[in-house]
């Protein structure tokens, strides 16, 4: 694998390499989630319910990545998930991550658990930042992120909400990474998110949601944009996939707020796949992990590279000239196996 050139790897290839590189113990917490781990492998699987539809006469030859996102102009449709422990990988992964991110021009989430300053987040970097708290912080603490976000120019900020319960690998609450502290669940309410919008003129993203009601709730209170997420399967075991969980969220408050997904994102097809069903863009977690866990930051420019390569390819293979414009026109939902 090590003899590829990095330009011919693929997020499998990233993958097997951080799975050799990294320390065990990361491993095994990146490629974990709850209990039986249902979730965790429904979300990739729930994109293969659908095929592209392909289109070859027309003139599409260079699709449009780029889209609009809290102001900003973003040449790809993805995003760096908030990630509070990139640095069990390795001692620099979090900057290295930023580094990978910025030279892909993407958008990073910043979570509140990770161990840089939102100072050092920023740098000298130029890649759009959102800020995600987390309340069982203590409003404080958030109160200072949140605005030293806004004053370090933060594109956004947010709140992971749907750690009601603490993450679990398999049957273990792992401990945080943060302050070695056993890990607590914690309810945030409709208020944190009315308290947050009266905090910072920015925008307000709220993740974790997993439901048409959850979604209007979110948005009613203040919600500038919400996350579809099932935190990557870390949660609740046998939930539904994120992708499941898209179209009603879309159809509930779609017409009123930006909504992003993640969870299971494994392709650039899988990205184009979440549009074509309502999302603005998307969130990766995993993949960024192998990415820099593999070669640091040029790993993480990679997983950028392969991303944007392969929406080529779909956008191109199914006539579609700009990604923002995508519809489920383009999408055959798989019914092999279930007609008799
Ligand atoms: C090891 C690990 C740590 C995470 N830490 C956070 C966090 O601190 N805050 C947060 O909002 N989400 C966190 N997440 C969830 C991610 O933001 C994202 O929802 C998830 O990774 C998406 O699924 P994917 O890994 O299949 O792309 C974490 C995920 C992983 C795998």
């Not at 990073?108 to 100072?119: E, F, I, T």
């Not at 870390?234 to 993640?262: H, M, T, Y």
């Not at 960024?288 to 191109?316: C, K, N, P, S, T």
């Amino acid at each position: 694998m090590a003899d590829k050139p990095l330009e011919q790897m693929g997020l499998r290839d990233l993958r097997g390499i951080m799975r050799q590189q990294a320390p065990v113990e990361a491993w095994k917490h990146f490629n974990g989630a709850a209990e039986t781990k249902s979730t965790f492998h429904r979300n990739p699987r729930a994109f293969q319910q659908y095929l592209f539809r392909q289109k070859i006469f027309h003139d599409v030859s260079e699709p449009d990545l780029s889209i609009e996102l809290f102001g900003k102009t973003l040449p790809i449709p993805a995003i760096t998930a908030p990630v509070g422990s990139f640095s069990l990988i390795a001692e620099h992964a979090e900057e290295e991550v930023a580094d990978g991110t910025d030279r892909a021009g993407a958008m990073m989430l910043v979570s509140q658990a990770s161990h840089l300053s939102l100072r050092e987040w920023r740098g000298t970097r130029s890649a759009p930042l959102v800020f995600m708290a987390y309340m069982n912080r203590g409003k404080p603490e958030v109160e200072e992120y949140a605005k030293t976000a806004e004053d370090l120019g933060f594109a956004a900020v947010g709140i992971t909400m749907d750690t009601v319960k603490p993450v679990k690998i398999g049957d273990e609450v792992p401990l945080s990474t943060k302050d070695g502290k056993p890990r607590k669940g914690h309810k945030s309410t409709p208020k944190d998110i009315e308290w947050m919008k009266q905090l910072v003129k920015l925008p307000v993203v709220v993740k974790g949601i997993m439901g048409a009601d959850d979604a209007r709730v979110a948005v009613d209170s203040g919600a500038d944009a919400v996350i579809v997420s099932n935190h990557g399967g870390r949660i609740l075991d046998f939930n539904r996939s994120a992708l499941e969980a898209l179209p009603e969220v879309v159809d509930a408050v779609g017409a009123k707020v930006p909504v992003l997904l993640d969870s299971g994102i494994r392709s650039g097809g899988d990205i184009v796949k979440a549009m074509a069903l309502g999302a603005k863009a998307v969130l990766t977690g995993r993949p960024v992990a192998w990415g820099v866990g593999a070669f640091g930051a040029r790993g993480v420019a990679r997983v950028y590279d392969i991303f944007a390569e392969e929406m080529q390819r779909v956008l191109v293979m199914t006539g579609v000239a700009r990604a923002r414009d995508v519809t489920k026109n383009i999408l055959i939902r798989d019914d092999w196996g279930r007609k008799s």
